[in-house]
């Protein structure tokens, strides 16, 4: 069981889009549940988005959605996070976690058991 690598962060204007990427080296997309979170300059971590291995369904944190996508793509074997529409305040370090949930809110750090170790996020005029 690897650590996930997350990547794809970087700096960009308001209004434009990045993607990151998450290898799901050392688990597997069809059992682990996988979720992206974020922690912006002077605040705690939050949860931005997750989804679950049964049927791929996702949840977004209130402050993302609309404008963030999560995706799979099993023959991959990554997990994406499409960010569209960035502003100022989704600057942060993004992190990719994953862990076995039976009916837990994926959107709660403390149910994952593997984190990576970010990639720095900054949208700036």
């Known amino acids: 069981q690897a650590q996930p690598v997350e990547s794809g962060g970087g700096l960009v204007q308001p209004g434009e889009s990045l993607r990151l990427s998450c290898p799901a080296s050392g688990f597997h997309l069809d059992g682990w549940t996988v979720g992206w979170f974020r922690q912006a300059p002077g605040k705690e971590r939050e949860g931005v988005s997750c989804m679950s291995p049964d049927d791929g369904s996702t949840s977004y944190s209130n402050s993302v959605k609309g404008r963030f996508t999560m995706s799979r793509d099993f023959a991959k074997s990554t997990v994406y996070l499409q960010m569209n529409s960035l502003k100022p305040e989704d600057t942060g370090v993004y992190f990719c976690?994953?862990?076995?949930?039976?009916?837990?809110?994926?959107?709660?750090?403390?149910?994952?058991?593997?984190w990576g170790r970010g990639t720095r996020v900054t949208v700036s005029s």
């Open positions: 976690a994953a862990g076995l949930m039976y009916g837990a809110d994926c959107l709660v750090a403390q149910y994952y058991d593997t």
